[in-house]
């Protein structure tokens, strides 16, 4: 007996699905004149379809901008061109880098070309997160190793310390109780260490972002952030996180501590803000499951910036610019955004750095939202 044929299902239509597409994409005529453009480069131009189509790329970006010189490279050779980390200015947009691609449509005698944008801050943020989790995992090993090689002989060598005290001359106890003090220094830092070995499953709830927030704020007004002017903006619908709250509030107070030692003492400012827009998907650790990350949530401030030399490992063990620093504090932050599947972020220049955390709403939430597991 033959099977029962099932009804073969239409293609989708190729419009439907350039619309759909997360990376911007253009379609140019030989006059670089926009024909198409998907919902992607919409944002990323930040203007509509309807005020781009026809227009001339000359009067979204300057006339000597690289990516024309790209697109009519194309336009007259007919091969496909890329060309990475290429800076595109205009004033709606800014300036930002980009990854271009630029080839001529196909069966179209070289009269248009497609052009795709893809914007470096998400490739350079896929990159530290993968980073990061190598740092956190690598600090994670060293503090198992320090707790068992170093904790033990210090407990010793306190001991000893304190015996000889009590037989030993008064310039002699001043050594002894130097002995002493130094090896509690050490098992502090070894101790702070330890918190990246603990690899007990973490436990999450929902957390509304904004009471860790208020929390961070009023701990920090009446202690160490005394001198410092917060701003807050926040987006009140935004939906709870997927987390653990004393570990999120943990990642706030380190952030908003070193922003307030980092500020100048007159003017101070930190900025504290929240928003939702739809971010990547990634698999939380120790779960099975993808969550989206469309909560941000920003600590900014207007100290003197980051030096550039360390930007690139602002998040690894011993780091610091602080003279009395242990360089931990960031990589403890790394570590449990990592854990919450989530991704840190940091920009900074003279007056301006922001820390930008972006983490999971709670799948509960988030399925009855629309949005995919």
Same mark, same amino acid.
């Given at each position: 007996?033959?099977?029962?044929?099932?009804?073969?299902?239409?293609?989708?239509?190729?419009?439907?699905?350039?619309?759909?597409?997360?990376?911007?994409?253009?379609?140019?005529?030989?006059?670089?004149?926009?024909?198409?453009?998907?919902?992607?480069a919409e944002q990323l131009l930040g203007a509509s379809a309807g005020f781009l189509t026809e227009r001339d790329l000359s009067e979204l970006i300057p006339e000597d901008s690289p990516l024309i010189a790209l697109v009519r490279q194309v336009l007259?050779?007919?091969?496909?061109?890329?060309?990475?980390?290429?800076?595109?200015?205009?004033?709606?947009?800014?300036?930002?880098?980009?990854?271009?691609?630029?080839?001529?449509?196909?069966?179209?005698?070289?009269?248009?070309?497609?052009?795709?944008?893809?914007?470096?801050?998400?490739?350079?943020?896929?990159?530290?997160?993968?980073?990061?989790?190598?740092?956190?995992?690598?600090?994670?090993?060293?503090?198992?190793?320090?707790?068992?090689?170093?904790?033990?002989?210090?407990?010793?060598?306190?001991?000893?310390?304190?015996?000889?005290?009590?037989?030993?001359?008064?310039?002699?106890?001043?050594?002894?109780?130097?002995?002493?003090?130094?090896?509690?220094?050490?098992?502090?830092?070894?101790?702070?260490?330890?918190?990246?070995?603990?690899?007990?499953?973490?436990?999450?709830?929902?957390?509304?972002?904004?009471?860790?927030?208020?929390?961070?704020?009023?701990?920090?007004?009446?202690?160490?952030?005394?001198?410092?002017?917060?701003?807050?903006?926040?987006?009140?619908?935004?939906?709870?996180?997927?987390?653990?709250?004393?570990?999120?509030?943990?990642?706030?107070?380190?952030?908003?501590?070193?922003?307030?030692?980092?500020?100048?003492?007159?003017?101070?400012?930190?900025?504290?803000?929240?928003?939702?827009?739809?971010?990547?998907?990634?698999?939380?650790?120790?779960?099975?499951?993808?969550?989206?990350?469309?909560?941000? =949530? &920003?600590?900014?401030? /207007? !100290?003197? *910036?980051?030096?550039?030399? #360390?930007?690139?490992? +602002?998040? %690894?063990?011993? =780091? &610091?610019?602080?003279? /009395? !620093?242990? *360089?931990?504090?960031?990589? #403890?932050?790394?570590? +449990?955004? %990592?854990?919450?599947?989530?991704?840190?972020?940091?920009?900074?220049?003279?007056?301006?750095?922001?820390?930008?955390?972006?983490?999971?709403?709670?799948?509960?939430?988030?399925?009855?939202?629309?949005?995919?597991?």
């Amino acid at each position: 007996m033959n099977a029962v044929q099932q009804p073969r299902r239409s293609a989708p239509a190729p419009a439907a699905v350039l619309y759909a597409l997360a990376t911007a994409v253009m379609v140019l005529d030989r006059d670089c004149r926009i024909e198409l453009v998907n919902a992607a480069a919409e944002q990323l131009l930040g203007a509509s379809a309807g005020f781009l189509t026809e227009r001339d790329l000359s009067e979204l970006i300057p006339e000597d901008s690289p990516l024309i010189a790209l697109v009519r490279q194309v336009l007259a050779q007919g091969n496909s061109v890329a060309e990475y980390g290429l800076r595109l200015a205009g004033p709606k947009i800014g300036a930002r880098y980009l990854d271009v691609e630029v080839a001529p449509l196909a069966d179209d005698k070289g009269a248009r070309v497609v052009v795709s944008l893809v914007e470096r801050s998400m490739a350079r943020r896929m990159d530290r997160q993968l980073s990061q989790g190598r740092t956190a995992r690598s600090v994670a090993g060293m503090a198992a190793v320090l707790a068992h090689e170093i904790k033990n002989p210090l407990s010793g060598i306190r001991g000893a310390a304190q015996l000889l005290e009590h037989s030993v001359s008064d310039p002699d106890r001043e050594l002894t109780q130097l002995i002493c003090s130094e090896t509690d220094r050490i098992r502090g830092l070894v101790d702070r260490m330890e918190v990246f070995s603990d690899d007990r499953p973490l436990q999450r709830d929902q957390v509304n972002i904004h009471d860790v927030l208020q929390q961070v704020h009023r701990l920090a007004v009446s202690g160490f952030a005394r001198h410092v002017r917060f701003k807050e903006h926040y987006d009140p619908s935004l939906p709870s996180v997927f987390g653990n709250r004393d570990q999120l509030l943990q990642v706030f107070l380190n952030l908003v501590k070193n922003a307030a030692e980092a500020v100048p003492r007159r003017n101070g400012e930190i900025v504290l803000s929240t928003r939702f827009r739809h971010g990547i998907r990634i698999s939380v650790s120790g779960s099975r499951d993808r969550l989206q990350l469309p909560i941000v =949530v &920003t600590v900014g401030d /207007n !100290g003197p *910036g980051i030096p550039e030399d #360390l930007r690139q490992v +602002i998040f %690894e063990p011993f =780091v &610091t610019t602080k003279a /009395n !620093g242990t *360089g931990l504090g960031l990589s #403890l932050v790394a570590k +449990i955004i %990592e854990d919450h599947g989530g991704v840190v972020e940091v920009e900074s220049k003279p007056r301006r750095t922001v820390f930008s955390m972006l983490l999971p709403v709670h799948p509960r939430i988030g399925g009855e939202a629309g949005a995919p597991s």
